[in-house]
C-alpha cells in the first residue's frame, strides 16, 4: 500500500472515531435532556393531580373509594389532564381505569412509601414509549395508588430521526473527508514520488537529474541533501571517469615511451653484433645506444621521484626561498647562457616552512621546462614574493608559449605539447606532474599563463606556513 494511501486511511480513521464519538455524545445529551424535561413536566402534571385529590379529600371529610374516582373521571373527561392511561386501585381492586396502555403498568405498589412518586417506563406492542409515575394517597381510612402513563415516544421518534440524518451527514462528511485527505496527502507525499524517480534516474545513470524541490519544510531540505548528494556523485563519477581517461594516457604515453628506446637499443645492439661496422658507425650506435638509455634511465628517475613524492611525509624546515633560487641560478647561469638563454631573478626576502628537496625538483623542473620553450635565444625571469602563510615563485618566459587547449592538461604524466621537440630535448613529459604534486603536498597552487608566441608564466603558491 502507498505511504498516501495509509495517510489517508488513517485520516479518515480519526475522523470517522472523533466525528462518531462526538456526533452520538451530542444527540445522547439531547435526548436525555428532553427526556428529564418529559420527566419533571409529567411529574409536575402528577403531583398537581395528587394534590387536587388531596384538597378534595381535604375538604369532603365523606370523600372514600367511590367519590375520588368520580373526580377523578371529572378531571379527565375535562381535560384537565392529558394521561395516555390512568388506574386508581386499593389494595384489593381496581376503583377506576382508563386507556389501554394500562395493562402494561407494572406493579410497584410494594415499592411506594409515604409521598414518594415512583417514575418508571415501558412500551406497548406498538413500541411505543411511556413514563409510569406511581404513588399513593388516601379516601378516608383507605390507602389508595394511583398510577398514570405518559406518552415520551415523540422523544424517540426525535432521537431516532436524528440518528438517521446524523447517519446521512456522518457518511458524506467521511466521502468528503477521503477526497480531501486523499488531495492532501497527493500533495503532501508528491515530493516523494519526485524524489523516488530521481533516484530512480540517477540509478539508471542520468546523474544530471536534479528533484529540485523548493519548500520550507522537511521534505524540502530533504530534497537539498539529495540534490547535493547527487551532484557530489556526478562530480565523482565525472573525476573518476577523467581518472580512469588518465591513467589509459599514462599506460599508453609509458608504453611508448619504453618501446621507441628499446626498439632503437635492441636495433643498434642487434647491428653492433651481427655485422662488421666501421669504428665511426661503431661510435654512432654506441652513442645512440648510451642517449637512450640515458632517456631511460631519466624516466625512471622521474616515475620514481613522482611515486616518491606522493608517498613522502614532508618534514618542513624554515627556509629562505629568495637565497635557495639566488644559488639555483648562479648554479645555471652559466649552462644557459652557453645556450642564448639569460636567467635572472628577483628575489622578496624572508623565510617559511618548505621541504628543501622538494623545493629544490620544484625550482629545477620549472627553470627546465622554461629553457625547453625556447627556440633559440630567450630570457627566463624568477620571481619570489613572499606570503603571509607561505610564498609565491612565479617562472616567466619569453618562448613559444602553450596552446589554449594544452593548458588543462600539461600537469598529467608523459603529457607534451610538442612530442618530437620534447623527445629531442630529452624530456618524458613528467617535470610538471611533479611540480603539481609538490605544491599539492606544500597545501598550494600551480597556475599557468600563457599566449602562444609570447611565452609563459607558471606561478607556484607554497602555503606550508610562515616560520615564527
Given at each position: 500500500m502507498k505511504f498516501r494511501f495509509k495517510i489517508t486511511l488513517c485520516m479518515i480513521c480519526l475522523l470517522s472515531f472523533l466525528i462518531g464519538i462526538g456526533g452520538g455524545a451530542l444527540i445522547n445529551v439531547s435526548f436525555q435532556t428532553s427526556l428529564n424535561q418529559e420527566k419533571e413536566t409529567a411529574l409536575k402534571s402528577y403531583q398537581l393531580m395528587l394534590g387536587a385529590l388531596q384538597i378534595v379529600n381535604g375538604t369532603n371529610t365523606q370523600a372514600d373509594s367511590v367519590t375520588i374516582p368520580k373526580t377523578l373521571k371529572q378531571?379527565?373527561?375535562?381535560?384537565?389532564?392529558?394521561?395516555?392511561?390512568?388506574?386508581?386501585?386499593?389494595?384489593?381492586?381496581?376503583?377506576?381505569?382508563?386507556?389501554?396502555?394500562?395493562?402494561?403498568?407494572?406493579?410497584?405498589?410494594?415499592?411506594?412509601?409515604?409521598?414518594?412518586?415512583?417514575?418508571?417506563?415501558?412500551?406497548?406492542?406498538?413500541?411505543?414509549?411511556?413514563?409510569?409515575?406511581?404513588?399513593?394517597?388516601?379516601?378516608?381510612?383507605?390507602?389508595?395508588?394511583?398510577?398514570?402513563?405518559?406518552?415520551?415516544?415523540?422523544?424517540?421518534?426525535?432521537?431516532?430521526?436524528?440518528?438517521a440524518t446524523y447517519y446521512r451527514i456522518f457518511f458524506v462528511m467521511i466521502l468528503l473527508c477521503a477526497v480531501l485527505a486523499y488531495s492532501m496527502s497527493y500533495m503532501l507525499t508528491r515530493p516523494l514520488s519526485v524524489l523516488?524517480?530521481?533516484?530512480?534516474?540517477?540509478?539508471?545513470?542520468?546523474?544530471?537529474?536534479?528533484?529540485?524541490?523548493?519548500?520550507?519544510?522537511?521534505?524540502?531540505?530533504?530534497?537539498?541533501?539529495?540534490?547535493?548528494?547527487?551532484e557530489q556523485v556526478e562530480q565523482s563519477v565525472h573525476d573518476l571517469k577523467d581518472a580512469m581517461e588518465r591513467q589509459d594516457r599514462f599506460i599508453g604515453s609509458f608504453a611508448h615511451e619504453m618501446k621507441t628506446p628499446m626498439t632503437s637499443i635492441i636495433g643498434y645492439a642487434d647491428l653492433l653484433r651481427g655485422q662488421t661496422?666501421?669504428?665511426?658507425?661503431?661510435?654512432?650506435?654506441?652513442?645512440?645506444?648510451?642517449?637512450?638509455?640515458?632517456?631511460?634511465?631519466?624516466?625512471?628517475?622521474?616515475?620514481?621521484?613522482?611515486?616518491?613524492?606522493?608517498?613522502?611525509?614532508l618534514v618542513k624546515a624554515s627556509l629562505s626561498p629568495a637565497k635557495i633560487v639566488r644559488e639555483t641560478v648562479a648554479?645555471?647561469?652559466?649552462?644557459?647562457?652557453?645556450?642564448?638563454?639569460?636567467?635572472?631573478?628577483?628575489?622578496?626576502?624572508?623565510?617559511?616552512?618548505?621541504?628543501?628537496?622538494?623545493?629544490?625538483?620544484?625550482?629545477?623542473?620549472?627553470?627546465?621546462?622554461?629553457?625547453?620553450?625556447?627556440?633559440?635565444?630567450?630570457?627566463?625571469?624568477?620571481?619570489?614574493?613572499?606570503?603571509?602563510?607561505?610564498?609565491?615563485?612565479?617562472?616567466?618566459d619569453n618562448g613559444k608559449g602553450i596552446p589554449p587547449e594544452a593548458l588543462a592538461h600539461i600537469t598529467e604524466a608523459f603529457y607534451r605539447v610538442d612530442k618530437s621537440r620534447s623527445r629531442k630535448q630529452g624530456g618524458v613529459g613528467l617535470g610538471l606532474a611533479l611540480c603539481a604534486k609538490i605544491a599539492e603536498l606544500h597545501g598550494g597552487t600551480i597556475r599557468f599563463a600563457s599566449k602562444p608566441g609570447e611565452g609563459t608564466t607558471v606561478t607556484v603558491e607554497l602555503k606550508g606556513g610562515r616560520s615564527s
Open positions: 378531571m379527565t373527561s375535562q381535560g384537565l389532564f392529558s394521561w395516555a392511561g390512568l388506574n386508581l386501585s386499593s389494595e384489593t381492586e381496581t376503583l377506576y381505569e382508563q386507556g389501554s396502555v394500562t395493562t402494561y403498568f407494572s406493579d410497584v405498589s410494594e415499592r411506594l412509601t409515604g409521598d414518594h412518586c415512583l417514575v418508571t417506563n415501558f412500551k406497548d406492542a406498538q413500541n411505543k414509549r411511556y413514563l409510569q409515575l406511581s404513588g399513593q394517597t388516601s379516601a378516608g381510612a383507605d390507602k389508595l395508588y394511583l398510577t398514570v402513563a405518559y406518552d415520551i415516544s415523540s422523544i424517540y421518534i426525535t432521537r431516532a430521526r436524528n440518528l523516488s524517480k530521481a533516484s530512480k534516474e540517477i540509478a539508471s545513470g542520468n546523474l544530471s537529474f536534479r528533484s529540485e524541490i523548493f519548500t520550507n519544510d522537511e521534505v524540502g531540505s530533504l530534497s537539498s541533501d539529495f540534490d547535493a548528494m547527487a661496422l666501421s669504428a665511426e658507425e661503431q661510435a654512432e650506435a654506441a652513442n645512440y645506444i648510451f642517449s637512450e638509455g640515458k632517456r631511460l634511465e631519466s624516466l625512471s628517475f622521474k616515475l620514481l621521484d613522482l611515486f616518491v613524492t606522493g608517498k613522502k611525509n648554479s645555471l647561469k652559466p649552462i644557459y647562457q652557453k645556450e642564448g638563454v639569460a636567467l635572472n631573478c628577483s628575489c622578496q626576502e624572508g623565510t617559511c616552512l618548505l621541504e628543501p628537496d622538494l623545493f629544490s625538483s620544484l625550482l629545477l623542473n620549472l627553470l627546465d621546462n622554461a629553457k625547453k620553450a625556447m627556440e633559440g635565444e630567450g630570457s627566463i625571469r624568477i620571481e619570489v614574493t613572499m606570503l603571509s602563510n607561505g610564498c609565491r615563485i612565479a617562472v616567466a
